[in-house]
């Protein structure tokens, strides 16, 4: 009894592991053949600078967000 217990449980436990490595693969396939759209990324918004390269004033990126241009090394981890 508790043999068929453990069987049937590990046979769940199996299907459920293979069912959401299926997901994540066809995600992850998913992710390939259609890619989010990279070029809204490269819309920064428009900064106006001083002569100290201070921003004195900044308009929104045509889709009206904020998006300003940043390096890696300019983002705090």
């Known amino acids: 009894m508790v043999r068929l217990i453990a069987s049937r449980t ?5 299907f459920g ?6 997901i994540v693969c066809a995600l992850l396939a998913l992710d390939r053949c259609w890619p989010p759209p990279v070029e809204r990324a490269r819309q920064v918004s428009a900064l106006v ?4 390269d201070r ?3 900044a308009f929104t990126a045509p889709p009206g967000v904020w998006r300003l241009p940043a390096r ?4 705090d981890p």
């Not at 890696?72 to 983002?75: F, H, I, S, T, Y």
């Open 10 to 14: 590990s046979r769940r436990a199996g």
């Open 17 to 22: 592991l293979a069912l959401a490595f299926a």
């Open 49 to 52: 600078l001083d002569a100290g």
């Open 55 to 57: 921003i004195l004033r």
């Open 72 to 75: 890696p090394e300019d983002v």
